[in-house]
């Protein structure tokens, strides 16, 4: 379901306007409707962050048996460019919150819909900073385990990160069922 959001939303919102969805994070916000946190590159290789508004709109069909049908209306509420965000705040690295925040010249407030949508992001927004400002983005209060890549993690995404946490969890259990020596 999200390739095909993802591919929409690309099509629709972003190549119309001469740009590539780089990664898209589902959000929540007060406003109805589904709301979504996007990471765009233009064509001469500006990184862009928008917050995009999705409304199912009705429409007329050219289809007799339905005279009405609906359809995603995207919209773009807000955006920043990457080069203009200084902080990238997790608010507590300890703790599974999905809530961050992002420092430009003022300070939005950002829950996702998942901690694991909240490190993608972080994730996308530090590999294109380093790859197009050749800056690395100051982030604060996020577990570097997640963030960095490691033997194991290459910057392939969740899944990845999702084995790497199963082998420890594997050693875990493979380490209690040893037999300690008693003195």
């Not at 999702?162 to 069922?177: D, G, K, R, T």
């Amino acid at each position: 379901m999200s390739s095909l959001l993802r591919e929409e939303m690309d099509r629709v919102l972003f190549r119309s306007e001469g740009q590539k969805l780089e990664e898209f994070i589902e959000i929540e916000e007060q406003k109805q409707g589904r709301h979504f946190l996007c990471v765009s590159i233009s064509k001469d290789k500006e990184a862009q962050i928008s917050v995009v508004l999705c409304r199912r709109v009705k429409h007329s069909r050219t289809n007799k048996l339905q005279k009405y049908g609906l359809e995603d209306s995207y919209e773009r509420t807000e955006t920043w460019a990457l080069e203009d965000l200084l902080i990238l705040d997790g608010r507590d690295a300890d703790t599974d919150d999905p809530c961050f925040l992002m420092h430009f010249d003022t300070v939005r407030s950002i829950r996702a819909v998942s901690c694991a949508a909240k490190y993608t992001l972080a994730r996308c927004l530090l590999s294109l900073s380093k790859k197009y400002h050749h800056t690395a983005l100051k982030l604060k209060n996020y577990d570097w385990t997640y963030i960095q890549p490691t033997a194991v993690y290459t910057d392939r995404g969740d899944c990845i990160v999702l084995a790497q946490i199963c082998f420890y969890a594997f050693n875990l259990v493979c380490l209690s069922l040893c037999p300690v020596p008693l003195a």
